[in-house]
């Protein structure tokens, strides 16, 4: 049997049948839809298994990652850019489907699969950041996932880099993601000095943890702004002099959320 990852991002729905280590033995990708619910996410997974001539009863498993806060029973508590408060996603799928459902943060099954498969392997600790319409992040210590104390450590994009910028959907302002995120550098008139906050950022991160590897995912890698030597170098103005700076580094898959998501799977068999 093989299991299904689904990752459900801030702009794209994926599908992956497979285990998530090596090449997906079929896959599905589409833009969400803008104003879709809980519902449609089940709609999207059965239409994708219908069009592969594929039944629940030949899934091991379902991993779902998501752009938002999870709970430990698969309750999406918080996805700004998903419109959702409190989505109860796993028992949905579960019920629909009749498979074991596994759901997790995105950025916490990308950082599980750097960890296990991907370049952050054997280190002592990594730092994952996500570059997607918003930006999101995840500790790796000793080859495990760190959550934080309440499961909430993932919100890199709104660290404050301008105390004095503009408000952010989140209710604070001057957030990360307002000048880095895809989303904000995908506008007609894009802000400024979006290396340079990146930068401030992950330095701040590098003087705290001092990580031996920094991994950039993220579709948002693709935008003509994202420069990692331009990255690499402005990091090493920004990082404590006293810390050894981490290898910089871009993932070398463009989904590691999602095969995050059939890793985490296995949880749930």
């Known amino acids: 049997m093989t299991r299904l990852a689904v990752d459900l991002g801030g702009s794209r729905l994926r599908l992956g049948v497979g285990d998530g280590r090596g090449d997906w033995r079929l896959a599905f990708d589409r833009e969400r ?12 997974v059965a239409e994708a298994l219908s069009a592969w001539g594929l039944a629940p009863v030949d899934l091991a498993g379902i991993g779902v990652s998501v752009a938002g806060l999870v709970g430990p029973d698969g309750v999406v508590r918080r996805a700004e850019n998903l419109g959702w408060r409190d989505a109860p996603l796993g028992a949905v799928l579960a ?32 730092l994952y ?75 701040s991160a590098v003087t705290l943890i001092e990580p031996a ?32 700076l981490p290898r910089l580094v871009s993932s070398r898959v463009d989904d590691a959320n999602l095969r995050g998501a059939a890793l985490l799977s296995e949880e749930s068999e």
């Open 33 to 44: 839809p803008s104003e879709g619910g809980v519902r449609d996410i089940v709609d999207a």
């Open 95 to 126: 019920e629909a489907f009749g498979r074991p459902v596994a759901v997790d943060t995105d950025v916490f099954c990308g950082a599980r699969y750097e960890a296990e498969a991907g370049t952050a392997r054997g280190a002592p600790a990594a």
């Open 129 to 203: 950041v996500a570059l997607g319409t918003g930006i999101g992040h995840a500790f790796v210590f000793d080859g495990r996932v760190w959550r934080g104390s309440h499961g909430n450590a993932n919100g890199f994009g709104h660290l404050v880099t301008d105390p004095k910028g503009p408000p952010c959907y989140c209710g604070g302002a001057g957030c990360l993601c307002l000048v880095a995120g895809g989303k904000a550098q995908a506008a007609a008139d894009p802000p400024p000095g979006p290396i340079d906050a990146l930068a401030l950022a992950i330095g």
């Open 213 to 244: 590897v920094v991994v950039l995912g993220g579709g948002a890698r693709s935008q003509p702004w994202f420069d990692l030597a331009a990255l690499g170098e402005a990091l090493g103005r920004r990082a404590y002099p006293g810390v050894v």
